[in-house]
């Protein structure tokens, strides 16, 4: 069964910094996929940053030039870090990785982590 684990979240001041990280309980190179969702109070879940297999990266225009999302393979870690933070950042973050295998795609979530920004 594979685990995603999100640590790292907390409170912090606007203007300030945050590093998430998602251990995964296997190889994170057998993912195709990982990435990072938001979801505030009230919203439905966001996509803020991706990471490929293959290394390339995408975000959300929102966290363009603010967050970056990176990976250690030997530790099966995903990090996000997270600069110049606004209090519209504040959500629970959830950690995500998709597997394709010919036609079957298999989805998985880590349970999230709190961020809270303040102004």
């Known amino acids: 069964q594979v685990q995603l684990v999100e640590s790292g979240g907390g409170l912090v001041q606007a203007g300030g910094s945050l590093r998430l990280s998602c251990a995964a309980s296997?190889?994170?190179?057998?993912?195709?996929?990982m990435g990072w969702y938001r979801q505030a109070p009230g919203k439905q879940r966001e996509l803020v940053a991706t990471l490929t297999s293959g290394g390339t990266a995408d975000y959300a225009d929102s966290v363009k030039g603010r967050f970056t999302i990176s990976r250690d393979n030997a530790k099966n870690t995903v990090y996000l870090q997270m600069n110049s933070l606004k209090a519209e950042d504040t959500a629970v973050y959830y950690c995500n990785g998709v597997r394709r295998i010919i036609v079957k795609r298999s989805e998985y979530w880590g349970q999230g982590t709190q961020v809270t920004v303040s102004s």
């Open positions: 296997g190889s994170i190179l057998s993912f195709n996929t």
